[in-house]
């Protein structure tokens, strides 16, 4: 930029009603390092920032002395130490820069090395509980059952205990272990009561939604065959007994006088809880009466009705397009940022989207976006400056007419299911053991463009599949292995004259479009 220029972005960011804001949280921050700290060498300080706080700073030194620092603060302002307050500043606090030489080092006696040694502790339950396969009851049950040495590895892995043991001098660290042990009590109580108040709160907070889904009729269940208890299961609880509570425990409940209910068949035995809260969210979303408390959905929603098939078939037509025109809301904003790395046109916007099984019209109020694996009426409108960007296309209708070449060919391949999707979304996360089983065991192969399975094959997918086809031994293991080739070769788009009986509908979709000359599903 020239000098003016420059001088217009500086005085814009001197105007800015966010600097304050900016200020005041760079005041806190600092501050509370400074009172973590008995001394600290100025040398060290740029380096203490970052790792305690994640603040990037510059020393201000003439002539090898150190005048104070510069922070680069992560919103894009730049402040001079000066700028925030006169208790930051290094020269009025020689109480900890003013010990010459002495090692940077962190005050065990202070209230902030206690507020962070309880915090690790904190955090290590939370982990534990988090990071289990399948956590055995709730958190509070946790952890009840939970000494110092069963979360110690959770600790001593931690970000903070690294930090803190490494500005402790070596005849000292001793004294992390033994603050360890002395505030370990006093944190599990009162993480153990707060956690039994939460529970006991969203347990009767599910209740009243149930109330409410049932009166608002969203979904055709009732008592009859126990069709109920779907709803139930998609909100995390069971009915036994006449009462409610969650489905791994029976620590908390209420009343609910059902008599004897039947057990629909085919009832999911596990579902994971990060479906269950998204289902609790698109709930909240659907009986809420204004727009202002709803929580955000994200790209979760769209394959609820994958994991609760029997409960979503059973949703009443207008709340379902509802759900769906959410779903396909939240789900575009996240493909877009996950296309975003790839795309380099907006042709390529389109076709990426198809390639999932999603597909574009043009209105008279703008563009929308519909799938396959929704109700064709079902859509979402985009935003207006999406809409600009797609225009600009040149030859706009013969790119949004050649859609249904991609779509059509979705369908008759049987990927208009939601399978497909999933196991796509799962490439894109860098889940690629599970997406290997997918394409060797299940079957399913994934709705995604070329380019990027090509990027995921290269990024560890490809090692995946091979591994889970050596893992057999004899011939289950000439099985998979064949599996595992054709597998490959069907995402790279290979195929030899041995390979040609092989179905590979995934090569198909990605790379011979125009083989398809159905015209099943028109736009």
Known sequence: MSGPKLQKVFDANSKSKLIPMHRKRLLNQIGTTYGLFKAIRPEDLAETLKEYQNIDIKLDEKHDTILGYTIYDKSGFTFMERELGQSIRMEQRPDIFGNGDTPTEIDIDSKQFKLEIQKLI????????????????????????????????????????????????????????????????????????????????????????????????????????????????????????????????????VPLVLGHLPIPNAMEEYVFTGF????????????????????????????????????????????????????????????????????????????FFNAKGFYFE???????????FTDHKASCKLPKRTGLYLNSVTDLNKTLMGQRIVINALVKDGKNNLKNLWAGHLMERGMYDRVAFMLTEEKVYPNLHREMVQHHMEKGLRKSIIEISEHKTGFRQNRMLRKGVYAISALLGNRGKEQEEVYNGFKDELTDWSKYKSRGLSM
């Open 362 to 372: 043009r209105t008279e109020k703008g563009f929308e976006i519909k799938s396959i």
């Open 276 to 351: 269950v809260r998204q289902n609790h969210s698109v709930l909240k979303v659907l009986t809420a009466k204004g727009a202002d408390n709803c929580p955000k959905l994200n790209a979760y929603a769209i394959f609820l009705p994958m994991i609760f098939p029997k409960l979503y078939a059973a949703m009443e037509l207008g709340f379902r397009r509802q759900f769906e025109k959410a779903a396909l809301s939240t789900y575009l904003k996240y493909a877009e940022q996950m296309h975003a790395p790839y795309e380099k046109s907006p042709k390529d916007y389109i076709a």
């Open 122 to 253: 904190k955090e290590a339950f939370y982990t534990s509980y988090l990071k289990s396969i399948k956590p055995d009851g709730l958190l509070s049950e946790n952890i009840a059952t939970k000494n110092l040495i069963d979360i110690f590895p959770q600790i001593i892995s931690s970000k903070t205990h690294i930090f803190l043991e490494n500005y402790l001098p070596k005849d000292r660290k001793k004294l992390l272990s033994e603050a360890l042990k002395r505030e370990f009590p006093a944190v599990k109580e009162r993480l153990y009561r707060l956690e039994t108040k939460k529970e006991k709160e969203i347990l009767e907070s599910k209740f009243r939604l149930i109330g409410e889904v049932l009166e608002k009729g969203i979904f055709d269940v009732g008592m009859e065959k126990g069709s109920v208890r779907l709803l139930f299961q998609s909100l995390g609880l069971k009915y036994h007994d006449n009462r409610l509570s969650f489905t791994d425990s029976k620590r908390h409940t």
